[in-house]
T-cell receptor, first 114, second 114 residues
């Protein structure tokens, strides 16, 4: 069974631009979450979607947004990029998105902002 | 305010010996705990989990111990192998209706020396 697929794997942008990252969850998984990983900060929660609805949002500015489509695929968008947005962006999916559930992660999208 | 802490950024262990990775948490509402392993250029991979109703869970060479009164959990790897060299993240979640997120520690880089 295919895992979580993230595209693109690597991208370089300049300050002020915007970026859209895509995530295809495991078939049948309805919950999709996004995390940001930066050196020294571990993984920080961005937001979680379930059945096209954002259920929870982390402590990130409004420049970070996302959405989920009816087929559970998800996108996240970062507008007006800043140097500090350089990070590995990880998407994860789970079956129910609740309780004792395991998140399965994709390989991530490595964003570099120059 | 870091709710999940991994106080050792790195750990070196000889092949064949035991590796012990530690994790502390502050949120008493956490009721499910997980360990993830991450290799460079890959997403985190689920390793083992434990529910707050248990104090120990084993899976092959990996055992997780939970001490709720101390708000502490540890991951034991016995025997350690060079392929175990990776960054290990401790994560926690709470069963909240309508939401699901994992709170991660900053990770511990384990190096197993042949």
């Amino acid at each position: 069974k295919a895992g979580v697929t993230q595209t693109p794997r690597y991208l370089i942008k300049t300050r002020g631009q915007q970026v859209t990252l895509s995530c295809s969850p495991i078939s049948g998984h309805r919950s999709v979450s996004w995390y940001q990983q930066t050196p020294g900060q571990g993984l920080q929660f961005l937001f979680e979607y379930f059945s096209e609805t954002q259920r929870n949002k982390g402590n990130f500015p409004g420049r970070f947004s996302g959405r989920q489509f009816s087929n559970s695929r998800s996108e996240m968008n970062v507008s007006t990029l800043e140097l500090g947005d350089s990070a590995l962006y990880l998407c994860a999916s789970s079956l129910q998105g609740a309780g004792a559930n395991v998140l399965t992660f994709g390989a991530g999208s490595r964003l570099t902002v120059l | 305010d870091q709710q999940v802490k991994q106080n050792s950024p790195s750990l070196s262990v000889q092949e064949g010996r035991i590796s012990i990775l530690n994790c502390d948490y502050t949120n008493s509402m956490f009721d499910y705990f997980l360990w993830y392993k991450k290799y460079p250029a890959e997403g985190p991979t689920f390793l083992i989990s434990i529910s707050s109703i248990k104090d120990k869970n084993e899976d092959g060479r990996f055992t997780v111990f939970l001490n709720k009164s101390a708000k502490h959990l540890s991951l034991h790897i016995v025997p350690s192998q060079p392929g175990d060299s990776a960054v290990y993240f401790c994560a926690a979640s709470e069963a909240r209706a309508g939401s699901y997120q994992l709170t991660f520690g900053k990770g511990t880089k384990l190096s197993v020396i042949p």
